[in-house]
């Protein structure tokens, strides 16, 4: 009988701490995609892509691309690779 005891005892303490790391590990990978997020939004306020042509090729100038209204030209000036944001947030 108290054999039983204790191996509930150990069980239970075994569960204990396999159920407390997965609770660690899922808010270690939320943790991490928060930060990933993060940098991605930094990465989107430093890029300016096109809504219509899909992306905006990568230059150290000004780009011009298809803007939304009607097919008019306009510039827009490009810090970084345009594959690196999404495009339809910013113009």
Excluded: W
């Excluded at 407390?20 to 989107?44: G, H, I, K, P, W």
């Excluded at 809504?51 to 510039?75: E, F, H, I, L, M």
Aim: glycine share 4%.
């Amino acid at each position: 009988m108290v054999f039983f005891f204790v191996f509930l005892l150990f069980y239970f303490a075994l569960l204990k701490i396999v159920v407390l790391s997965r609770f660690q590990e899922e808010a270690d990978n939320r943790m991490l995609l928060l930060s990933s997020s993060s940098v991605s939004s930094a990465y989107t306020t430093n890029c300016h892509c096109c809504r219509v042509s899909q992306a905006v090729p990568v230059s150290p100038g000004p780009v011009v691309c298809d803007s939304p209204d009607g097919g008019n030209r306009t510039v827009y000036p490009v810090a970084m690779s345009a594959t690196q944001c999404t495009c339809e947030e910013k113009c």
